[in-house]
Structure formats: C-alpha cells, structure tokens
C-alpha cells in the first residue's frame, strides 16, 4: 500500500480542485480533503474551511514541483 502525504493546505474546496487539477495534468494521482478544522465550517457543508491536497509519497517531490510553478 502506498503511503499518502499532505503537499499543501489551501483555503476552499475549489482552490484544492483547482490544484488538484493541475497535479492530474501533470500526471500525479490526488485527492483533495477537508481537513477537520474545516470539517466545522460552513454548517458542516464539505465547501467550507481549509482542504488539504493528498499525494503518494512517492509523488511528492513531482507535487511539490508542478505546485510551486504555479
């Protein structure tokens, strides 16, 4: 199993999409996920609070590289 990691922390749920988009393109698997900070914003409705970006480990330098360009 690989072992999944937090590239970056970002503020809403379509900046982590956006992100995420971005890492797809470049060919590394993500998933986006409410952090349980966030999990107590807007009424509990998964829009709000920060989101963190989830990568394999092994990805995470590619991750941290495709992010840091945009």
Do not use: F, W, Y
């Amino acid at each position: 199993m690989d072992e999944l990691v937090v590239v970056d922390v970002v503020g809403t749920e379509p900046e982590a999409e956006l992100l995420c988009s971005l890492l797809r393109s470049a060919g590394v698997k993500c998933t986006p996920r409410q952090t349980n900070r966030g999990a107590g914003a807007s009424d509990g409705l998964a829009v709000g609070g920060p989101h963190e970006i989830i990568v394999r480990a092994a990805d995470l330098d590619l991750a941290r590289e495709v992010l840091r360009k945009r």
